[in-house]
């Protein structure tokens, strides 16, 4: 049995908490209340429930709640123990249970002279040589010193990986693009349908293209195909085994895999296990990011997430955003039953931020027991999805505002465009404003009535309104921003998983696919029917497959 770490000890049971119970209470009394009401009876209310910190601007006044939801939220954090696991996470302990691992992105982002300590070791010089390692790399490629096996420049960079390892450098290349050194050319391999690598590389020459092979484990199924597939790419046109260490760097903590691969430990940027793959677009992983937007820009960006974490640290409950974020998604998790929180992004460089943070928040915090193995009585991490306005708009903000589901949203949108264009700016901000208005407010039968709509269309042509949004508001896209951005879901994240009182750095729920896969694949490839033990449904599915896989290369040949 693993011992719980301290923090957590003492801790009752989520739904046996005064405060959950109060919130229950509450929440009956208030369920029905509709924000129309609510800015009613305030007409302050827009600025009460609002204020700004770390440069972005957060209007939450446009949520289900009144004072006392709020001074009950933060009750419940301060009896789920927020403050001590704040601190435990900061302090380097391994609050990790089940993998028994610190959980210390956060040291990915601290400066120089700090001390966070991992098993009596302080880990931040060791981040910072890597950073230093880093900056070296990125300046050589960058200025074209680093050259390829044939005597060119790097043109192209592709970063194999997935999960943490893609989904925050895809998400962080396209948000910074604008910063991006154009010359250059940028790709993400993440799936192991050949089809992604055929895809990126056919119109490139391998004498200008450099892989980062990017792996915490450096053993995964999909990544490792891809790698393997990279360097016969390469090698082919390079035709030299030593072309490899001009055009492959790898990310790992597993310096062993690395050396068997081929790729020159010299070439090898380090992180730790105590990064979680979904934490650590900050560390060596955003070895691409920091190639395409520079040493510079991604310090800053690092500089913005440093300062969300400070923010979180450091300030009260009542004016901390990531708790407020936090308590606001449980609220409605737990309370409203809703089972979404949609994240929109009024921001075209940030489209790939809806699916980053799906990892981040589903990966984190879809559990279904508590640290000590007990099965939770509530439900858990929501599911987050979204789209970038205003094209969501113009699909599924139908269901939104007119059916049957609660979908708390948050907006988030720019003073300044880093692309003026006309007045397109405004029009894009305008659909931020009128769009929470017009969720939070609806209009209501008398209204639509009143300009002249027949009776039978009435029904249709009315909104409900009372659905919950947040705006976040920031001065302009920088690398900063988007630091503290990702920082505030990330700590938004962890302020859930504490309440919930759950491992939000785990990931068990990966794994027993991957088995089963590393079982089928023999099956599918035998020359001879194999004897299939699975399920009736799984076995005829393999039969069939290995009935019509040749099909393709038939269709071919008769072609
Ligand atoms: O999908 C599971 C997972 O372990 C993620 O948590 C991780 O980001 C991804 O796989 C990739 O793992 P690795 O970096 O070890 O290849």
Request: glycine share 8%; with cysteine.
């Amino acid at each position: 049995m693993i011992t719980i770490s301290q923090p957590q000890a003492g801790i009752i049971p989520l739904c046996e908490r005064p405060a959950w119970k109060a919130l229950q209470q509450h929440h009956a009394k208030i369920q029905n209340v509709h924000l129309r009401q609510l800015f009613a009876e305030d007409l302050r209310r827009g600025e009460h429930f609002a204020f700004e910190a770390v440069g972005l601007y957060f209007d939450y006044s446009k949520n289900r709640i009144t004072d006392e939801t709020i001074s009950l939220l933060l009750e419940l954090a301060n009896q789920s123990g927020l403050r001590e696991r704040i601190d435990a996470m900061f302090g380097g302990e391994k609050i990790n249970v089940t993998e028994k691992r610190a959980v210390l992105h956060v040291a990915l982002r601290t400066m120089k002279d700090e001390l966070i300590k991992v098993d009596g070791t302080n880990v931040v010089p060791e981040v910072h040589a890597v950073l230093d390692q880093m900056t070296g790399f990125a300046n050589q490629v960058r200025s074209g010193q680093w050259r390829g096996h044939t005597g060119k420049r790097v043109r192209n960079v592709i970063n194999i990986g997935i999960g943490g390892s893609d989904l925050g450098p895809v998400m962080a290349y396209e948000a910074l693009k604008y910063y991006s050194q154009r010359d250059m050319t940028f790709r993400f391999v993440s799936n192991v349908d050949g089809t992604d690598f055929a895809e990126a590389t056919r119109d490139l020459s391998a004498d200008e293209t450099l892989f980062i092979v990017s792996s915490k484990t450096f053993t995964t199924l999909e990544t490792m195909t891809n790698a393997r597939t990279a360097r016969e790419w390469a090698l082919q046109a390079l035709g030299d085994e030593k072309a490899v260490a001009r055009h492959f760097v790898a990310v790992s903590t597993n310096t062993a895999e690395v050396k068997k691969f081929g790729i020159d430990t010299a070439n090898m940027f380090q992180f730790w296990d105590w990064v979680g793959g979904r934490y650590s677009m900050d560390s060596a992983i955003g070895l691409s990011t920091m190639i395409a937007i520079g040493p510079d820009q991604f310090r800053a960006m690092l500089a913005g997430f440093h300062a969300m974490d400070e923010h979180f640290r450091t300030a009260a409950f009542d004016r901390n955003l990531p708790v407020l974020m936090g308590l606001l998604a449980v609220w409605y998790n737990n309370f409203f039953e809703s089972q979404t929180i949609a994240v929109l992004p009024y921001e075209q460089y940030l489209k790939s931020f809806p699916a980053y943070l799906q990892q981040l928040t589903m990966e984190s915090n879809g559990k279904h027991v508590t640290l000590d193995g007990t099965r939770v009585e509530y439900q858990t991490g929501p599911i987050f999805w979204g789209e970038p306005g205003t094209n969501g708009q113009h699909s599924f903000y139908q269901l939104i505002h007119q059916g049957t589901k609660l979908i708390p949203c948050d907006f988030i949108g720019f003073f300044q465009t880093l692309n003026p264009l006309g007045d397109h700016h405004d029009l894009l901000m305008s659909n931020v404003f009128a769009q929470a208005e017009a969720l939070a407010f609806g209009k209501t039968p008398e209204e639509v009535r009143a300009e002249g709509t027949p009776d039978w269309l009435v029904p249709h042509r009315t909104f409900e309104g009372n659905r919950p949004s947040n705006v976040i508001l920031a001065e302009r896209l920088t690398p900063e921003t988007l630091g503290k951005l990702v920082a505030l879901y990330e700590h938004s994240v962890f302020t859930q998983g504490t309440i919930w009182q759950i491992d939000s750095f785990d990931q068990w729920g990966v794994e027993l696919g991957k088995v089963l896969a590393q079982r089928i694949i023999p099956e599918l490839e035998a020359a001879e029917d194999p004897s299939l033990k699975h399920d009736s449904s799984t076995n005829a599915l393999i039969r069939r497959y290995r009935n019509l896989k040749g099909g393709a290369a038939r269709m071919k040949k008769k072609g």
